[in-house]
């Protein structure tokens, strides 16, 4: 049973769109969820969100925890190709448990 | 400050044989963890490492096994290869009790 899951699997936009990534979780012991941009091989990180953190935000990327609901939004305004890429969610939970990923695929 | 090195980058092997993959993690950082990721299972973990010491497992067969040396660098290897094996292994490093996990870019390993 999937204890991290990520919706929508794939996702086209046009360049200049709004995107909502999103990310449930069900563990025991909640300490940390990640976000991570992988472009081609590499995982690089984009956020950590915890219990007394539970809003980032970067440039055009914004990240929100919700502890009750359990879960966790990705926000990407003004998409861009560059933006193209899966995108990871994963919890703290001994060892990092990650979802299977949402490809975002920007359009020109 | 040189971040994770994996090698090889590519690795091409038939069934039952046996692979070996290497990871330099980024200086100053003792913690290794090594993940398996396919297409329809996304990233699953292996194990971790820290100081020569295997810290976690994930749920996969005694075929896959790894270990960690006195300067933090690290090997899995694989033995008697499965088709289903074929995936990109990915090693990470970071720093003692932090989350954040600095990936390597991975090596992709196919089995024919």
């Known amino acids: 049973e999937d204890k991290v899951v990520q919706s929508p699997l794939s996702l086209v936009v046009h360049e200049g769109d709004t995107v909502t990534l999103n990310c449930s979780y069900e563990v025991t012991n909640f300490r940390s969820l990640l976000w991570y941009k992988q472009e081609k091989k590499a995982p690089t990180f984009l956020f950590m969100l915890?219990?007394?953190?539970i809003e980032k935000k970067s440039g055009r990327l914004s990240s929100i925890l919700d502890k009750k609901e359990l879960s966790s939004i990705l926000n990407i305004t003004a998409t861009q190709t560059g933006d193209s890429a899966i995108y990871l969610c994963?919890?703290?939970?001994?060892?990092?448990?990650f979802g299977k990923g949402t490809k975002l695929t920007v359009n020109p | 400050k040189a971040g994770v090195t994996q090698t090889p980058r590519y690795l091409i092997k038939t069934r039952g044989q046996q692979v070996t993959l290497s990871c330099s993690p980024i200086s100053g950082h003792r913690s290794v963890s090594w993940y398996q990721q396919t297409p329809g299972q996304g990233l699953q973990f292996l194990f971790e490492?820290?100081?020569?010491?295997?810290?976690n497992k994930g749920n996969f067969p005694g075929r896959f096994s790894g270990r960690q040396f006195s300067n933090s660098r690290s090997e899995m290897n694989v033995s008697t290869l499965e088709l289903g094996d074929s995936a990109l292994y990915l090693c990470a490093s970071s720093q003692p009790g932090r989350e954040k996990l600095f990936f390597g870019s991975g090596t992709q390993l196919s089995v024919l």
């Open positions: 915890t219990s007394s953190g």
């Open positions: 994963a919890v703290e939970e001994v060892k990092l448990v």
């Open positions: 490492y820290f100081s020569e010491t295997q810290r």
